[in-house]
């Protein structure tokens, strides 16, 4: 008798991979999370004290992992952002603007990992989408202001003596800042943006609410043409840094954005060791207008008086 050569169906193999609260999915696989590592000189290292933090989701399933700065990571940063400082001050106003514009770009074409980023962290989906474009317009309104601050602001002074004196901001140097709470995108946008607009070098704590998007936006620097060490940001504790950062001789200015008083005044405190400037940029509305001025970029800024003779 011949065989038949009909075969049997093949049955679908069906494999449910939706996590089962343990850290493995259904099938048995080993759910991979990420780790978010600090942002120091342009490259993504680890804590050197290997610390890191835990991040959970709105089900209380663990969803990444997120780098514990110490103060010899804070250190490192001061070390490559004084290296990093002095070429981009040197930049054109107009190649600054440029790169500011180019992070605007990017994270334009990456709204959607930024807000599923920032839902994933406990925001709402509709104010995250409101983040991300506000974030996106700020840097565009700062890139705006790099070649026309010092225009503005620039003075010719009128003296009695036979000479032109005329005053022009400089840039600081390195500026350390600690973003607001919340929103989690555009507080570290709002801080980070007016601080390099001038030139500085920035070291920044991100935000202990949303650790998270601080680093994924570390990878929008890392991607727009701007040099390594120029922008530095840490995640971690503010409780266990913010001496740290305020009490560094190497320092030149600190930014304090929505902190409470008795962390305002313990910075200003510790700042006072090296008269070290510390600025307050208390906002109740980072998305409102009044959140973005080139007043932010001055704030940052050493005013240099130049005397020219003159009729001799």
């Not at 009695?160 to 400089?170: A, K, L, M, Q």
């Not at 991100?206 to 040099?227: G, M």
């Not at 200015?253 to 305002?264: D, N, R, S």
């Amino acid at each position: 008798m011949a065989k038949s050569t009909k075969e049997a169906p093949k049955q679908a193999l069906i494999i449910k991979t939706s996590e089962n609260g343990n850290g493995t999915s259904a099938s048995g696989r080993l759910q991979v999370n990420k780790t978010y590592k600090l942002y120091i000189d342009g490259k993504f290292p680890r804590s050197e004290s290997g610390r890191y933090l835990i991040m959970k989701n709105a089900e209380g399933q663990t969803y990444a992992n997120y780098c514990q700065a110490s103060r010899k990571d804070f250190r490192d940063a001061v070390v490559v952002a004084r290296k990093a400082q002095e070429g981009w001050a040197k930049r054109s106003a107009y190649n600054k603007g440029q790169i500011l514009y180019r992070m605007a770009e990017v994270l334009e074409g990456r709204t959607a990992q930024f807000v599923s980023e920032l839902v994933d962290q406990g925001m709402d989906k509709g104010h995250a989408q409101a983040d991300v474009r506000a974030s996106v317009d700020r840097l565009v309104y700062y890139a705006g202001w790099t070649d026309k601050f010092i225009q503005v602001f620039s003075s010719v002074n009128p003296v009695e003596s036979s000479h032109f004196n005329f005053s022009v901001p400089e840039p600081t140097g390195i500026v350390c800042a600690l973003a607001p709470a919340s929103p989690g995108l555009l507080g570290l946008v709002s801080v980070m943006a007016p601080i390099i607009a001038g030139g500085n070098a920035a070291i920044i704590l991100a935000s202990e609410k949303y650790p998270l998007t601080s680093i994924t936006f570390a990878e929008v620097l890392n991607s727009s043409d701007l040099p390594g060490g120029v922008v530095n940001l840490l995640t971690g504790h503010k409780k266990e840094l913010l001496s740290h950062f305020a009490s560094h001789m190497d320092v030149n200015a600190f930014v304090l954005a929505g902190q409470t008083g008795a962390e305002m005044k313990l910075a200003q405190e510790t700042a006072a060791i090296n008269v070290k400037r510390t600025i307050d940029w208390e906002c109740s509305d980072w998305f409102a207008g009044s959140a973005a001025s080139p007043y932010h970029i001055m704030d940052c800024q050493e005013i240099k008086t130049t005397w020219h003779p003159i009729g001799l």
